[in-house]
């Protein structure tokens, strides 16, 4: 099982990032992902998920109406569009992997992780 985050680097406030998860290893259809983040000194906090039918992604509110999760089939992989970026979103964005049909913000909830990119918004 691999999952491998990219699209990270360096960018101002006000500002689109656009991370990448690309998996295999393990059956991507029936799988929810999910994209974490862990800024220094703070705990990995839940971002993003989304179901394996695609519908129904989760957010946390800090995110809420400036992030979209989405996933390709085809390509095997989920994607984290970041909008009206802030120094808040500085961290390592990590995804992870259950083969549940739901999903969920919980960091104990996913059994596959991968290593994460590092996001920082700095002017």
């Known amino acids: 099982v691999q999952l491998q985050a990219s699209g990270g680097g360096l960018f101002h406030p006000g500002g689109s990032a656009r991370l990448s998860c690309a998996t295999s290893g393990f059956n991507f259809d029936i799988h929810a992902i999910g994209w974490f983040r862990q800024a220094p000194g703070k705990e990995r906090e839940g971002v993003s998920c989304i179901p394996w039918r695609g519908w129904s992604a989760r957010y946390h509110d800090s995110v809420k109406g400036r992030f979209t999760i989405s996933r390709d089939s085809a390509k095997k992989s989920v994607y984290l569009e970041m909008n009206s970026l802030n120094t808040d979103d500085t961290a390592v964005y990590y995804c992870?992997?259950?083969?549940?049909?739901?999903?969920?913000?919980?960091?104990?909830?996913?059994?596959?992780w991968g290593r994460g990119t590092l996001v920082t918004v700095s002017s």
């Open positions: 992870a992997a259950q083969g549940f049909s739901n999903c969920s913000l919980n960091r104990d909830w996913y059994d596959y």
